[in-house]
């Protein structure tokens, strides 16, 4: 589309005002009123009484952060904390849907990791979008329970923070993997969802985070920003595979939405690297925002 000049721009509106009020020229037609536009995301609102718990100083990080499937043995940390560029990562605390299991997930492994000055982004995986096509995750939210089911599984991810030792004030992820956008109500119970999540993890005390898709999962986050919807998720992690270490996001998620350190970039997936003789395959992010330490 090209860009219109200011009085190209004041000769347009004039001629439609004039269209709309029946003006010279204008037909019977042009004169009826439009059809309404619905949006694609309406507004979902929750009482939020307590609101997000403050961001302690020390838990906000800018910098490198990994993932991997299963949370890795303490000795990799080790040699990965010396050589990497990595000072955080994620590791996935709850959820009916993880990918992997967590054999060494326990709250001492968390105390060790901490010791030696890991920061964590807890990961939590349980029902995803009703439209979703992922066979691995089978189980989907309900549009017509989205919100009940989101706290519900905000109950489940505060139990899975407290079995590995992580207290009030840490946040957690909702992970909602990619999902075609052809149907609106999909996009909409994800956000019913969400801000359900996001309500009863204010309320125990706990940060709410979401994950998805640039295109997808954070493209209807962003329009129920817009739409007014209420509590949102405190940060956005999104997924954009485009080699570049930032948060500046892109597409839907513009430089006014989410910008007081509130955004993670995991901007490339499946990358086998070896520091200190230690290998894994891990997801790359850039972080900038408060993690649980």
């Known amino acids: 589309m090209r860009h ?14 004039l269209l709309a009020a029946g003006g010279p020229g204008a037909s019977a037609d042009a004169a009826a009123p439009a059809a309404a536009v619905v949006p694609r995301i309406r507004a979902a609102v929750l009482p939020d009484r307590l609101g997000p718990p403050p961001a302690r100083p020390r838990d906000l990080y800018a910098g490198a952060a990994f993932d991997a499937c299963t949370a890795p043995p303490l000795e990799t940390l080790r040699a990965w904390r ?22 060494r ?15 964590f982004l807890p990961v939590h995986v349980g029902l995803q979008a009703p439209c979703s096509d992922l066979k691995r995750k089978p ?5 017509a329970r989205a919100a009940q089911q989101g706290r519900e599984e905000a109950a489940e991810a505060v139990e899975g923070l407290r079995a590995v030792g992580l207290g009030q004030g840490s946040p957690v992820f909702l992970d909602i993997e990619a999902y075609p956008v052809r149907d ?17 993890l204010h309320e125990a005390g706990h940060r709410s985070g979401f994950y998805s898709s640039l295109d997808s999962g954070i493209a209807d986050l962003a329009a129920a920003a817009r739409a007014g919807s209420s509590p949102l998720p405190d940060t956005l992690w999104y997924a954009r595979w485009d080699d570049r270490a930032d948060t500046a996001g892109g597409g839907p998620l513009t430089e006014e939405l989410w910008t007081e350190h509130q ?15 230690a290998t894994l395959t891990v997801d790359r992010n850039h972080v900038d925002a408060p993690l649980a330490g």
């Open 82 to 103: 010396d050589a990497s560029p990595y000072g955080a990562l994620g590791i996935y605390t709850s959820g009916g849907q993880r990918g992997c299991a967590q054999p």
């Open 105 to 119: 997930l326990t709250a001492d492994w968390v105390r060790q990791a901490r010791a030696m000055g890991w920061l």
């Open 263 to 277: 955004r993670i970039h995991q901007y490339r997936g499946n990358v086998e690297e070896t520091y200190g003789g």
């Open 4 to 17: 219109l000049c200011p009085a190209a721009l004041a000769a347009a509106a004039s001629l439609v005002l």
């Open 139 to 143: 189980k989907r939210i309900d549009p």
């Open 184 to 200: 609106p109500s999909c996009g909409q119970a994800v956000v019913d969802f969400t801000v359900g999540w996001t309500q009863a």
